[in-house]
């Protein structure tokens, strides 16, 4: 009788395992056909990024190479989506270290599409230098998916003042102040396919069981209270480090695009776009760049991902320019 017993649970666990094994199977074929955002956001986690011990949390691995979002996207040797830059500027080069999160790493979006690269080719070739021929501009891509504001003042600090910067940008999202997400490496997290699956199916079914959960409720507790004192603080900090080094600063406020004919998020953009404009930086919200009347999906990289594509950074660019080539005439003192 017992061993009868065990001989059906070595079935029962046979057949288990060989389900799981069968599911991981057709999971990784279906979605090499099918690009899927959770899925795309556990591999750019997985494939991309590597744990380290300081504030930043999580970097991307050096020389790494992937294709995210149906993207090739490749990692410079300091683990920038970058050219490979020396630290050491050249002469006669003006220097932008641009901080953020996915929108300016340029998630889903081709390399020369993103919207820091597209203001370093405007800059270069847009503008006339009459007097000085041998002006040259530098935009460097600090962006790294993920990063709330926290970690993107610590890559600042780690990484972008080894660059000798003249102007720090730093592109604002509604989601920067949420706390910093940790990355745990282990060899099922890193390569199951069924195990990232799941994960987004339960995040997924979430509010279903927590009928109060929402994010845009979620988004409001981050910028009120005491959640808003610290995240003060955190700005605070990064204004330190810009007025220490003397350095110049513009700060982007990059739109929600999940609705853009409503800006369910102004209260909190006004507020953030406040507190810069009481510290005497300039900032610009780019929101208003958007056409309202468009469907929001215009902008999106794909039909589940409202990441902007590569027609919002063509306008994030054009603004972004606009409002440096004004602070440059108006300074007489970077550009002729």
Sequence with gaps: MMHEQYKKLILLSCAI???LLLSECLLRLYFRFVINYDIEMWRYASHVKVPVLDDRRHVHAPNKKESLMGVDVAINEKGLRDFNYPY???????????IGDSFTFGWGVLFNEIYVKRLEKKLNHDIPHHQDATRHYEVINLGVGNY???????MLELEGL????DLVLLGFYINDAEPAQHLTHSFFTQHSYL???????LVHLKPYFEPNYHYAQI?????????WNLYEKQLD???????????D???VLLPDLRRIDADEFGDIYKKVQMYFINQDCPVINLRSSLDQTQKSSVYWVASDDPHPNARAHGIFAEEIYKELQNTFKKESKHIP
């Design 17 to 19: 395992l060989l389900s």
């Design 88 to 98: 050491e500027k050249p002469p006669g080069t003006f220097r932008i270290v641009a």
């Design 148 to 154: 709330n504001t926290e970690q993107e003042i610590a």
């Design 162 to 165: 080894k660059y000798h910067p």
């Design 195 to 201: 195990l990232a699956f799941l994960k987004q199916r």
């Design 219 to 227: 988004y409001h507790q981050l910028y009120g209270g005491p959640r």
């Design 237 to 247: 900090h990064l204004l330190s480090i810009i007025r220490s080094t003397h350095l």
């Design 249 to 251: 600063f513009l700060v």
